[in-house]
């Protein structure tokens, strides 16, 4: 029985039985939407491909060691169907690091900022996108861009033309 019970303890700390050892595992949401801004009245979501996932190709290598299972370690599942409204960003590795939003569209190939977000440029100072962050409608902040740590169970809206807070 003494040495089964060392074999056990052996094993799980060599990880002998599963995948490499997980360091952070968590989800949050990301919503972009679009206003035209000669029609206030219609906004529509940016449906976000897959990103970051082994059948995805990845516009940057950067993180990919710190993944699992060939994924990146911080990506995006295909949306779901019907979408909700939002993209489910999972932040899975296999040592604590912070993970920015920026990492997410780096992988993903996209550009990110206040004056162009996935290839959506800002027309004037006064048509451009905003970023808020929070846990919930009540709690949006402005966000820090490509800088904003992904933090488990927050929502990030990114919104062109219509200011989010």
């Given at each position: ?5 060392i074999?056990?303890v052996?094993g799980f700390?060599?990880n ?5 050892p997980?360091?952070m595992n968590y989800l949050?949401?990301l919503?972009i939407?679009v206003?035209?801004?000669k ?11 897959p990103?970051g996932?082994p059948?995805?190709?990845w ?8 993944g699992i299972?060939d ?7 295909p ?14 590795s ?7 939003l ?7 190939g996209q550009?990110?900022g206040?004056n ?5 440029q800002?027309?004037?100072?006064s048509?451009?996108w905003?970023m ?9 902040t402005?966000?820090?861009?490509a ?6 169970d927050?929502?990030i809206?990114?919104?062109?033309d219509?200011?989010?807070l």
């Open positions: 029985m003494a040495l089964v019970s074999l056990l052996l700390s060599l002998l039985f599963g995948g490499p997980v360091a949050l949401e919503s939407q206003t035209d801004p029609n206030t009245t219609q906004t529509h979501f940016v449906i976000p491909p990103a996932s059948s995805t190709p516009a940057t290598n950067q993180y990919a060691t710190l299972n994924y990146y370690p911080v990506y995006m599942d949306p779901a169907n019907p979408y909700r409204g939002f993209s489910v960003i999972h932040v899975k296999r040592t604590a690091h912070n993970f920015t920026g990492d997410l569209f780096a992988v993903w550009p990110l206040q162009d977000t996935v290839g959506f800002a027309e004037s100072p048509v451009s905003s808020c962050v929070g846990v919930g409608a009540n709690t949006l402005p966000g820090l861009w800088q904003q740590p992904l933090v488990a927050t929502v809206l990114l919104s062109y219509h200011a989010c």
